[in-house]
């Protein structure tokens, strides 16, 4: 029995209940994990999309890692090259390079300030910091809204 198409545009795992509606792993989250994983170390496509998995990281599609790699690799983040020392066919191998080295660097510290900025808006300390960043104004602390919907502390005009 053939196995009944995705509609187009459909999510890869649009008909699996336990991963529909999850977060996935796209974008320049999908670049950035793929740079941390190339950071000293060379790997192929496959190796990559493997360990991705088994770190537990958010649902993606595989096809997505490679289009990715070739993205990065004409953005000037990776460079490939063919790996014929094992027996068998020649593998394309990925490895980081000085722009990717860069790009990385820059979104692990958006990355950071962005977890400290979601645990201060629920008062988690930040990560080995001595506590919020800015602690949320409790619901007293917020000023109630003005009878005539103006929530500016001016008074109207």
Known sequence: MAEPQRPTGARPDAGDPET???????GDL???????????????????????????LPVFDQ????RTLRQMEKGGLV???????????????YSLTAAGEAFLTGWLDALDRYQ????SLWGFPPPGGAGPV????????TPPPAADGNTDSEPPE
């Open 79 to 93: 460079h490939s090259f063919w790996d014929t020392s094992e027996s068998g066919p020649a593998r394309r191998m």
């Open 116 to 119: 400290r900025f979601l645990g």
């Open 63 to 66: 096809g997505t890692v490679y």
């Open 20 to 26: 529909a509606g999850a977060p996935r792993l796209h």
């Open 30 to 56: 999908l670049t950035t994990s793929l740079l941390a994983l190339l950071r000293g170390w060379n790997a192929y496509g496959y190796q990559l999309a493997q360990r991705l998995r088994a770190c537990g």
């Open 134 to 141: 800015n602690a949320p104004m409790s619901p007293a602390a």
